[in-house]
């Protein structure tokens, strides 16, 4: 299974953002932003929301004098067996905030061994996960994370894919074709959000955003209730904006 290769916006801010930690960290003793900026070959106006992403994800921290250190987050990383566990309880808490700031269940999705697996989420009494009542790995023609997963693979990955899981109609407005389904996968700007409009299920509208990371598919998601189907736009371009933290913990 290949990639289509076509990186996001989040994916180029994850590469910065990733430079500036490899500076932060050989200096020990902090370092100003305007050695970080020579250092990585950012400028000022780049490095700045680069600089406020990583602080409010704890990766670094300003000292009295101004200069940048190593922050909370990325020394609870460590190494060794205590890592991926580490990782995944940072994730979740950039999950959880996501899940506030956007109003809506937010989900991590991956593309593993020919299938889609959700391996996250962050839900709530007023953020409701959606009702899986069709299985994910059954479904990536009619959900926004099928759809955004299948976006990122190349023409022989989708029918691969689409022979072992045989579209069918879950709601009317269902795509069955796999022509019509191709076609808008093809159209879909790798920077806008994915779309489900109530194809994968009655009364729930979702939308994604890619997060690829090396050779895996990936993609970050939300779901809203129908009736609230009129901030799903706007929670969308939200979850797009955010997602640069998201990746970047997939990337430590």
């Known amino acids: 299974m290949a990639l289509k290769p076509e990186p996001t916006a989040p994916f180029h801010s994850v590469q910065y953002a990733l430079r500036v930690l490899e500076t932060v960290s ?7 932003d305007a050695q970080i900026s020579r250092e990585t070959g950012l400028p000022a106006g780049h490095l700045a929301p680069l600089l ?35 990782l995944e309880t940072k994730l979740q808490q950039t999950l959880d905030q996501l899940r506030d700031s956007v109003g809506a269940a937010v989900y991590i999705s991956r593309y593993v061994d020919g299938e889609i697996r959700v391996t996250q989420y962050a839900d709530g009494p ?13 479904a990536a023609h009619a959900s926004a994370i099928g759809k955004c997963l299948l976006t990122q693979l190349d023409q022989n990955g989708r029918r691969d894919h689409i022979s072992r899981h045989k579209i069918a109609r879950l709601t009317s407005r269902t795509i069955t074709s796999e022509k019509v389904l191709f076609s808008k996968l093809d159209s879909q700007p790798a920077t806008v959000p994915v779309l489900d409009l109530q194809e994968y299920a009655v009364g729930t509208v979702c939308a994604a955003v890619p997060l690829t990371a090396g050779s895996s598919a990936g993609c970050l998601a939300l779901s809203l209730p129908v ?8 929670a969308a371009d939200t979850l797009n904006r955010r997602a640069a933290p998201v990746l970047l913990s997939l990337a430590l």
Do not use: C
Request: aromatic share 6%; proline share 2%; glycine share 12%.
């Open 26 to 32: 050989k200096h020990g003793n902090g370092v100003l």
């Open 52 to 86: 406020l992403m990583l602080r409010r994800e704890g990766y670094v921290e300003q000292v009295t004098d101004g200069a940048y250190v190593i922050g909370a987050s990325l020394l609870l990383l460590g190494s060794g067996a205590s890592r991926r566990q580490a």
């Open 126 to 138: 007023r953020t409701p996960a959606v009702n899986e009542w069709v299985d994910f790995r059954s």
């Open 227 to 234: 009736e609230d189907a009129h901030r799903l736009r706007s």
